[in-house]
T-cell receptor, first 115, second 115 residues
Framework: AQSVAQPEDQVNVAEGNPLTVKCTYS??????LFWYVQYPNRGLQFLLK??????LVKGSYGFEAEFNKSQTSFHLKKPSALVSDSALYFC?????????????FGTGTRLKVLA | DARVTQTPRDKVTEMGQEVTMRCQPI?????VFWYRQTMMQGLELLAY????????DSGMPKDRFSAEMPDATLATLKIQPSEPRDSAVYFC?????????????FGPGTRLTVL
């Protein structure tokens, strides 16, 4: 069965420091991996995705993520955190193909960037 | 700027009342998802549709919840009768095709409070 794990409920980082939000996955097959961000009282917003090709994918607001097949991870990173990056971050996975598919979301990681 | 719309944004009702939530997916999107978000359970998939046909509603309590797409521009989620444990934020999301590599576009959510 597909699953996604976000091992940290919360990550605190000082403004200007690099940030990492961790995600690991378990699927039987080649995954498609996603990161979404949720600001207070808003819906989830797509940040970036990995489909195939280059393991380092770049997304919105300066975020990037690295797909690591051997470690089954897809960690979200940003070189220099901003206070405005404080939000709830979700990792998600789905499988390819043209059949039915469901996103499997992680439990979310709350990022707090301290001024 | 195309976006998913949801109405109402907030709903307070009493136990036993019927609740109807509406979603207008992005024009041209043929996949629609309903999610429920609570602090305790996180983000749960309730149902999803492709080309207006329900593909999976296994996450939905069948005795009181129902989801439909009367036409391509409207998805509805009904709860009858509502219970206090249904209090949550309900999100609708749409996607451009039934492909696992496509990101989802989330609406702003309906915050439901059942007293």
């Amino acid at each position: 069965a597909q699953s996604v794990a976000q091992p940290e409920d919360q990550v605190n980082v000082a403004e200007g420091n690099p940030l990492t939000v961790k995600c690991t996955y378990s699927v039987s097959g080649n995954p498609y991996l996603f990161w979404y961000v949720q600001y207070p009282n808003r819906g989830l917003q797509f940040l970036l995705k990995y489909i195939t090709g280059d393991n380092l994918v770049k997304g919105s607001y300066g975020f990037e993520a690295e797909f690591n097949k051997s470690q089954t991870s897809f960690h979200l990173k940003k070189p220099s955190a901003l206070v405005s990056d404080s939000a709830l971050y979700f990792c998600a996975v789905t499988l390819g193909g043209t059949g039915t598919y469901k996103y499997i979301f992680g439990t979310g990681t709350r990022l707090k960037v301290l001024a | 700027d195309a976006r998913v719309t949801q109405t109402p944004r907030d709903k307070v009702t009493e136990m036993g009342q019927e609740v109807t939530m509406r979603c207008q997916p992005i024009l041209g999107h043929n996949t629609v998802f309903w999610y429920r978000q609570t602090m305790m359970q996180g983000l749960e998939l309730l149902a999803y549709f492709r080309n207006r046909a329900p593909l999976d509603d296994s996450g939905m309590p069948k005795d009181r919840f129902s989801a439909e797409m009367p036409d391509a521009t409207l998805a509805t989620l009904k709860i009858q009768p509502s219970e206090p444990r249904d209090s949550a934020v309900y999100f609708c999301a749409s996607g451009p095709s039934g492909r696992g590599y496509n990101e989802q576009f989330f609406g702003p959510g309906t915050r439901l409070t059942v007293l």
